[in-house]
């Protein structure tokens, strides 16, 4: 069974840095590429940074030059470093798995999902 557990979201203020982790388990987690997507009340989902099984990564424009994406094979584990955080980063942000290897941007390219951590951004 797949389950995938985030941790490290935070209110903190704007400007602020914060370190996002997914615990991964329950399948061969370097078999598969990965996903941070975040949703704020009221909007849809957004992919924010995804990463294949190379290590080959892809961010949203809003959050190019200050996320970072990374992941620990040897951990199972997901990462995302968030950096000048601004208010309208503020949502829920999700960790997912991808259906095969390859690089995945939107959400039909992901069959796990993890329960969410939230993240608050004040100015």
């Known amino acids: 069974q797949v389950e995938l557990v985030e941790s490290g979201g935070d209110s903190v203020q704007a400007g602020a840095s914060l370190r996002l982790s997914c615990a991964a388990s329950?399948?061969?987690?370097?078999?598969?590429?990965m996903g941070w997507f975040r949703q704020a009340p009221g909007k849809e989902r957004e992919g924010v940074a995804h990463?294949?099984?190379?290590?080959?990564?892809r961010y949203g424009d809003s959050v190019k030059g200050r996320f970072s994406i990374s992941r620990d094979d040897a951990k199972n584990t997901l990462y995302l470093q968030m950096n000048s955080l601004k208010p309208e980063d503020t949502a829920v942000y999700y960790c997912?798995?991808?259906?095969?290897?390859?690089?995945?941007?939107?959400?039909?390219?992901?069959?796990?999902w993890g329960q969410g951590t939230q993240v608050t951004v004040s100015s």
């Open positions: 990463i294949n099984t190379d290590g080959v990564t």
């Open positions: 329950g399948y061969i987690y370097s078999a598969y590429s």
């Open positions: 997912a798995k991808g259906r095969d290897r390859y690089l995945r941007t939107v959400a039909v390219g992901y069959d796990a």
